[in-house]
C-alpha cells in the first residue's frame, strides 16, 4: 500500500503563485508513475500533470508553461511537488495527488484546495 498526504492549497490572486506537495510513503517502490489531478465544482476530475520513476513528465494543455512538476526521493518517502505559477480563477479547484502501480493499483490522496481570485 500506499499513503499520499498532500499540503500546500490556499487561496491566491490570479498571477500568483503555489506549490503544492505530496509525500508518499509505504511501498515507494512499486510507484511507476505519480500524477496531480483536479476537480472543479460540477466537472470532472482531470489530469494535470504526471511524472514517471525515470523522471518523465507530461502535462495537461491547460497548464503548460505555468505549472511545474518535479520529485524527490529519499529511503522512506517520496515528495512530490506542484508548482503552480501565472494562476488564473479557472485552476480553481481541489488538487489530488496520484500515485500509480503494477496491476493497475492506484492510490489517491485526500485532496488539497486551490483558489484563484480575480
Known amino acids: 500500500q500506499v499513503q499520499l498526504v498532500e499540503s500546500g492549497g490556499g487561496l491566491v490572486q490570479a498571477g500568483g503563485s503555489l506549490r503544492l506537495s505530496c509525500a508518499a510513503s509505504g511501498s515507494i517502490l512499486d510507484i511507476n508513475t505519480m500524477a496531480w489531478y483536479r476537480q472543479a465544482p460540477g466537472k470532472q476530475r482531470e489530469l494535470v500533470a504526471t511524472i514517471t520513476s525515470g523522471g518523465s513528465s507530461n502535462y495537461a494543455d491547460s497548464v503548460k508553461g505555468r505549472f511545474t512538476i518535479t520529485i524527490s526521493r529519499d529511503n522512506a518517502k517520496n515528495t512530490v511537488y506542484l508548482q503552480m505559477s501565472s494562476l488564473k480563477p479557472e485552476d480553481t479547484a481541489v488538487y489530488y495527488c496520484?500515485?500509480?502501480?503494477?496491476?493497475?493499483?492506484?492510490?489517491w490522496g485526500q485532496g488539497t484546495q486551490v483558489t484563484v481570485s480575480s
Open positions: 496520484n500515485a500509480r502501480l503494477a496491476w493497475a493499483r492506484s492510490y
